[in-house]
């Protein structure tokens, strides 16, 4: 769900069934109380589709049963991680990966900030220290529209 929506751990351990009617998820973020709207991408609707719903939440703990604790999330999430080989992440690294895919899809600043909840300046601040520098795809595609628009 971080993954297509960019949205944070507590957010997403707190999201209701209510908050999903599809195509979309409608939520209010924690930190600043920002109402967030966003379609879901087409992955993230096949997977709430198809999940059974256990209670009011759509996220259940391993047990089956909502709601995770934020303890009990970051332990699983840490297993999961060193079972997988994933070393020196956090699930937040996911908001900003969602972010930087969506940029790299070729989605403005403005749009971006619409999925992720961010405001303008942070998703360019955002982008600007720690992502877009370092992806050669949109390096590529920069020179490709440059290309496209110089007579040779």
Request: glycine share 10%.
């Amino acid at each position: 769900m971080a993954l297509w929506s960019g949205q944070r751990q507590g957010d997403l351990l707190r999201l209701p069934w209510s908050a999903y009617e599809t195509p979309y998820i409608r939520l209010r973020q924690s930190k600043g109380g920002r109402r967030v709207a966003m379609p879901a991408g087409a992955p993230l609707r096949a997977l709430l589709d198809a999940t059974n719903r256990r209670g009011p939440l759509i996220l259940t703990n391993t047990l089956g049963r909502p709601p995770w604790t934020s303890d009990g999330f970051r332990t699983s999430w840490g297993k999961a991680c060193e079972r997988a080989g994933v070393d020196g992440l956090t699930f937040h690294d996911l908001r900003g990966t969602a972010l930087v895919r969506l940029a790299i899809a070729g989605a403005s600043v403005p749009q971006i900030a619409a999925v992720t909840g961010h405001s303008l300046k942070d998703v360019e601040a955002i982008l600007d220290a720690h992502y877009l520098g370092r992806d050669i795809q949109l390096a590529e595609a920069a020179v490709l529209k440059l290309e496209a628009r110089t007579k040779l």
